[in-house]
């Protein structure tokens, strides 16, 4: 099946500063790749998302890209702010609605 | 319009025990999943129905059952909890006109003495 690496685990970054996220996937026939936030606590939640027909996907301070010949994905948040500070988790699919997901990445937006 | 809810939200059981975590969403979704998330191990898919009246194991499902009671309602069973089951778990939900974005219930942490 699906294995979707996320790097790094841990990410500290001053506020103002940019955040990067990277993963990468094995299923070349995934097309659907999905970012989540998680707050200490709470559920999951959707953030942005981007289809294989596209390679850059923007909203407002977040940003995804997508290299489907190398197979790997990166959310970009630029600004960063102390709500931004969370647990992120990139996701990959082949369209089949089932979802994997990669381990997360915990960052820290330091005051 | 509460979406996705779970419950319980926390529980404790002793080895060898049994529960039912229970899961309903409100949107007229298809297809819904259980995960089970472990630190350092993101969310890893239990089990999920596409449609109703259908079932299909995940990437984790050894010690689990569900069921699909209807269109609304999805279920988690333990039947023999072991420490390993240590979790918190989360139902999820996504339908053709949401594009794939799953909507994810609150979570339910589950402690196995």
């Known amino acids: 099946g699906e294995n979707v690496e996320q790097h790094p685990s841990t990410l500290s970054v001053q506020e103002g500063d940019s955040a990067v996220i990277k993963c990468t996937y094995s299923?070349?026939?995934?097309?659907?790749f999905p970012w989540y936030k998680q707050e200490l606590g709470k559920r999951p939640q959707l953030i942005i998302d981007i289809r294989s027909n596209v390679g850059e996907k923007k909203d407002q301070r977040i940003a995804v890209t997508l290299n489907k010949t190398a197979k790997h994905f990166s959310l970009h948040i630029t600004e960063t702010q102390p709500e931004d500070s969370a647990v992120y988790f990139c996701?990959?699919?082949?369209?089949?609605?089932?979802?994997?997901f990669g381990a997360g990445t915990t960052v820290t937006v330091r005051a | 319009n509460a979406g996705v809810t779970q419950t319980p939200k926390f529980q404790v059981l002793k080895t060898g025990q049994s529960m039912t975590l229970q899961c309903a969403q409100d949107m007229n979704h298809n297809s819904m999943y259980w995960y089970r998330q472990d630190p350092g191990m993101g969310l890893r898919l239990i089990y999920y129905?596409?449609?109703?009246?259908?079932?299909d194991k995940g990437e984790v499902p050894n010690g689990y059952n569900v069921s699909r009671l209807n269109k609304r309602e999805f279920s988690l069973r333990l039947e023999s909890a072991a420490p390993s089951q240590t979790s918190v778990y989360f139902c999820a939900a996504t339908g053709r006109d949401t594009y794939n974005e799953q909507f994810f219930g609150p979570g339910t942490r589950l402690t196995v003495l």
């Open positions: 129905s596409a449609s109703e009246g259908t079932t």
């Open positions: 996701a990959a699919s082949r369209g089949d609605y089932k979802l994997s």
């Open positions: 299923d070349s026939a995934s097309n659907y």
